[in-house]
């Protein structure tokens, strides 16, 4: 099983930054595509953005592009996303997810991925 451990929410005046963690316990961590998704209360779950498994392609949705920025430590078995510039739109739960197939290329549909970790809170006020 696959564990996914969300970390770096919190509250935050709009402006500000924050970075979130996403850590793994798959060994086989450097070979597997992740992402970013959001969810905000009585909304779909959204993408937001992923990497490829070598961290050589990145995707956004429009409404980060500019301001968010994933990366990943494969050392480190972590996908980070550094989100700057935020705004009270971008109030939501946060969920790390990766796909199960090794070498993948980067979904942006839910159902392109397979392991999603519990989200952590990030909330913007203005």
């Known amino acids: 099983q696959v564990q996914l451990v969300e970390s770096g929410g919190g509250l935050v005046q709009a402006g500000g930054s924050l970075r979130l963690a996403c850590a793994t316990s798959r060994r086989t961590f450097s070979v597997y595509t992740m992402a970013w998704f959001r969810q905000a209360p009585g909304e779909a779950r959204e993408f937001v953005a992923a990497i490829t498994w070598s961290g050589g392609s990145t995707a956004y949705a429009d409404s980060v592009k500019g301001r968010f920025t994933i990366s990943r430590d494969n050392a480190k078995n972590t996908v980070y996303l550094q989100m700057n510039s935020l705004k009270p739109e971008d109030t939501a739960v946060y969920y790390c997810?990766?796909?199960?197939?090794?070498?993948?290329?980067?979904?942006?549909?839910?159902?392109?991925?397979?392991?999603w970790g519990q989200g952590t809170q990030v909330t913007v006020s203005s």
């Open positions: 997810t990766a796909r199960r197939t090794a070498f993948a290329p980067i979904a942006t549909s839910l159902e392109g991925y397979d392991y």
